[in-house]
T-cell receptor, first 111, second 115 residues
Framework: KQEVTQIPAALSVPEGENLVLNCSFTDSAIYNLQWFRQDPGKGLTSLLLIQSSQREQTSGRLNASLDKSSGRSTLYIAASQPGDSATYLCAASSNTGKLIFGQGTTLQVKP | NAGVMQNPRHLVRRRGQEARLRCSPMKGHSHVYWYRQLPEEGLKFMVYLQKENIIDESGMPKERFSAEFPKEGPSILRIQQVVRGDSAAYFC?????????????FGPGTRLLVL
């Protein structure tokens, strides 16, 4: 049974810092791994999707990596801004396409 | 191209009533997923549907919950005889192809409160 864990549960950084969010999964037989952002009371916004055959994906200030052998993914946020404050969720995709989510990391970027 | 739409956004029901949650996928998407987010918990998969077919319902509670995605119209998640423990945010997501190869796009959610 796939389990996804995210560390840390919460993170507070000053504006401008680079930061890394961690995600680990127990079953390396994933099809893809997605990172999402969730703002309070809102839905999820897809940030990056890494196919199982890929090692990383980049979008703007975001870079996500995937290491299937170690069961880990990281989301790197460069030059953080207050607008980046949100909960970040990683999710591993099963063979049927369903997503198994971690508990999330709540990020606060202080001006 | 409108995103995934869910309605209602907020729903209040008394114990024992029925709740009907609707999800209209993005245009051109024929795959729909339902997830539930209980208070202080993460998102949990419930069911995966394609038009007129349930593909994976491994996350659905055995009783009182059902889902459909008819040929025409939105996908419906139906909860019969609601209990307080059903209070949660229910999200649907859609994708163009099979989810393992495609990004899932999420709706804004329906927040169900059972009194």
């Amino acid at each position: 049974k796939q389990e996804v864990t995210q560390i840390p549960a919460a993170l507070s950084v000053p504006e401008g810092e680079n930061l890394v969010l961690n995600c680990s999964f127990t079953d390396s037989a994933i099809y893809n791994l997605q990172w999402f952002r969730q703002d309070p009371g809102k839905g999820l916004t897809s940030l990056l999707l890494i196919q199982s055959s890929q090692r990383e994906q980049t979008s703007g200030r975001l870079n996500a990596s995937l290491d299937k052998s170690s069961g880990r993914s990281t989301l790197y946020i460069a030059a953080s801004q207050p607008g980046d404050s949100a909960t970040y969720l990683c999710a591993a995709s099963s063979n049927t396409g369903k997503l198994i989510f971690g508990q999330g990391t709540t990020l606060q970027v202080k001006p | 191209n409108a995103g995934v739409m869910q309605n209602p956004r907020h729903l209040v029901r008394r114990r024992g009533q029925e709740a009907r949650l609707r999800c209209s996928p993005m245009k051109g998407h024929s795959h729909v997923y339902w997830y539930r987010q209980l208070p202080e918990e993460g998102l949990k998969f419930m069911v995966y549907l394609q038009k007129e077919n349930i593909i994976d319902e491994s996350g659905m509670p055995k009783e009182r919950f059902s889902a459909e995605f008819p040929k025409e119209g939105p996908s419906i998640l139906r909860i019969q005889q609601v209990v307080r423990g059903d209070s949660a945010a229910y999200f649907c997501a859609s994708s163009q192809g099979q989810g393992m190869e495609e990004t899932q796009y999420f709706g804004p959610g329906t927040r169900l409160l059972v009194l």
